[in-house]
């Protein structure tokens, strides 16, 4: 069976997570060639928007960093550029985007990560991406509403997947 012709669905095992490209991304040009590293993985953006963060958004995205030194200098950098806002649809995507964005500090970042390719700071680090499943639920659920988030089907999916696998 191929899924997707039967359902018009993706499979429940899909994942969802949220990346934002952040203002240095903006400045520096580098959004359509970020998206284009993903798309070309095999994973879907099933809901995109731009917008500029307020103090409200920050604290609720960044509320585990509550307190922290860099967190002050994070918020005004944040606010400094509107940012994109994507939520990356795929298989195991959590997981599969935080590897592919790379260790927070482009310092330490290997290459061919978008952090190691892009970037050498620690807080202009060009992406966020959603730690684990938990976190990735809660920051959709503060930038998007439901009716913001799109469900599609891949007309080349087995060429990204294999049926026993989805
Ligand atoms: P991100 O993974 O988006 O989420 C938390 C952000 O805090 C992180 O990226 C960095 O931009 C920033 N950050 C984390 N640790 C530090 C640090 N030690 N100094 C400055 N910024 C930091």
Same mark, same amino acid.
């Given at each position: 069976?191929?899924y997707?012709? =039967?359902?018009n669905?993706?499979?429940?095992?899909f994942?969802?997570?949220?990346?934002i490209?952040?203002?240095d991304?903006?400045?520096?040009?580098?959004v359509g060639?970020?998206?284009?590293?993903f798309?070309?993985?095999g994973?879907?953006?099933v809901?995109?928007?731009m917008?500029?963060?307020?103090?409200?958004?920050?604290?609720k995205?960044y509320?585990?960093?509550k307190?922290?030194?860099?967190?002050?200098?994070?918020?005004k950098?944040m606010?400094?550029?509107?940012?994109?806002l994507?939520?990356?649809?795929?298989?195991?995507?959590?997981?599969v985007?935080r590897n592919m964005?790379g260790?927070?500090d482009g310092?330490?970042?290997p290459?061919?990560?978008i952090r190691?390719d !892009?970037?050498?700071s620690?807080?202009?680090n060009?992406?966020?991406?959603s730690?684990?499943?938990?976190?990735?639920k809660?920051?959709?659920?503060?930038?998007f509403?439901?009716?913001?988030i799109?469900?599609y089907s891949w007309?080349?999916?087995?060429? !990204?997947y294999? =049926?026993e696998?989805?």
């Open positions: 069976m191929i997707h012709t =039967e359902t669905k993706m499979p429940n095992t994942q969802k997570t949220l990346i490209l952040k203002p991304a903006i400045h520096r040009g580098i060639e970020i998206l284009d590293r798309e070309q993985k994973i879907r953006p809901g995109m928007k917008v500029k963060m307020t103090d409200l958004l920050l604290d995205h509320a585990q960093h307190g922290k030194h860099f967190l002050p200098r994070l918020k950098f606010k400094s550029l509107p940012v994109v994507v939520v990356l649809e795929g298989l195991d995507v959590v997981r985007v964005c260790p927070t310092k330490n970042a290459p061919g990560t190691g !892009y970037g050498m620690i807080s202009a060009i992406i966020h991406s730690e684990d499943l938990k976190a990735a809660r920051e959709i659920g503060i930038f509403s439901k009716n913001e799109f469900s007309p080349d999916i087995n060429f !990204y294999n =049926e696998e989805v």
